[in-house]
């Protein structure tokens, strides 16, 4: 079955960038089907929705974020990754990726998480 | 952006009974609703979309019901697996926008 684990540095600095990577197992991040996000939970509160990636490069992010994420894709890797520019201590979270199904008119929830990792942002 | 309250924040119950739990939005999202169950340091579990279709393999004691702006959860016959924190998420379809609530915690009375 579909599993995705996230990787990538659990300290970043302030002002610096964090970059993540979710690969993508036991099915093809290529599919037509699917739409892949990130998304992050602050300790102690709900999941904040990031922004998600088709496997064509399209991309939505959630406006509240003020455009410092970047979500991109390698097909060939079976990966997709995340950037968020100018981090503070705010930025500090488990950061999950996840999928959802593309379903036109439609949302069916996210179906499959990773584990999460935990991302700190102290100098 | 559509904000979504749960109450209560804690909710204390007996193992065998039913718990209730609630979801207000904003503003209207129609019947765009999911629930997510999450235990301690374990990623989030989709229960249910479209406000009352369960996800697959979720057992039958797991129901929601609601519309526009008020949700509800209803776990039935409460099992020990299920204490745990609740979410509610609302999509707005397009252009795509997701937002979860602030949690239920469902704990052993």
């Known amino acids: 079955q579909v599993q995705l684990q996230e990787s990538g540095p659990g300290l970043v600095k302030p002002s610096q960038t964090l970059s993540l990577t979710c690969t993508v197992s036991?099915?093809?991040?290529?599919?037509?089907?699917?739409?892949w996000s990130w998304i992050r939970q602050h300790p102690g509160k709900g999941p904040e929705w990031i922004g998600y990636?088709?496997?064509?490069?399209?991309?939505h992010y959630n406006p509240s974020l003020k455009s410092r994420p970047t979500i991109s894709v390698d097909t060939s890797k079976n990966q997709f990754f995340l950037k968020m520019n100018s981090v503070t201590a705010a930025d500090t979270a488990v950061y999950y990726c996840?999928?959802?199904?593309?379903?036109?008119?439609?949302?069916?929830?996210?179906?499959?998480w990773g584990p999460g990792t935990m991302v700190t942002v102290s100098s | 952006e559509i904000v979504m309250t749960q109450s209560p924040a804690t909710l204390s119950v007996s193992p065998g009974e039913s718990a209730t739990l609630s979801c207000r939005a904003s503003?209207?999202?129609?019947?765009?609703l999911a629930w997510y169950q999450q235990k301690a340091g374990l990623a989030p579990r989709l229960l249910i979309y479209?406000?009352?279709t369960r996800a697959t393999g979720i057992p039958a004691r797991f129901s929601g019901s609601g519309s526009e702006t008020e949700f509800t959860l209803t776990i039935s016959s409460l099992q020990s697996e299920d204490f745990a924190v609740y979410y509610c998420?609302?999509?707005?379809?397009?252009?795509?926008?997701?937002?979860f609530g602030q949690g239920t915690k469902l704990e052993i009375k």
């Open positions: 479209g406000a009352s």
């Open positions: 998420q609302q999509y707005n379809v397009w252009p795509p926008w997701y937002t």
């Open positions: 996840a999928r959802q199904h593309r379903l036109p008119g439609a949302f069916v929830g996210f179906d499959i």
């Open positions: 990636i088709y496997y064509s490069g399209s991309t």
């Open positions: 503003q209207s999202v129609s019947r765009n």
């Open positions: 036991g099915g093809a991040i290529s599919s037509a089907d699917h739409y």
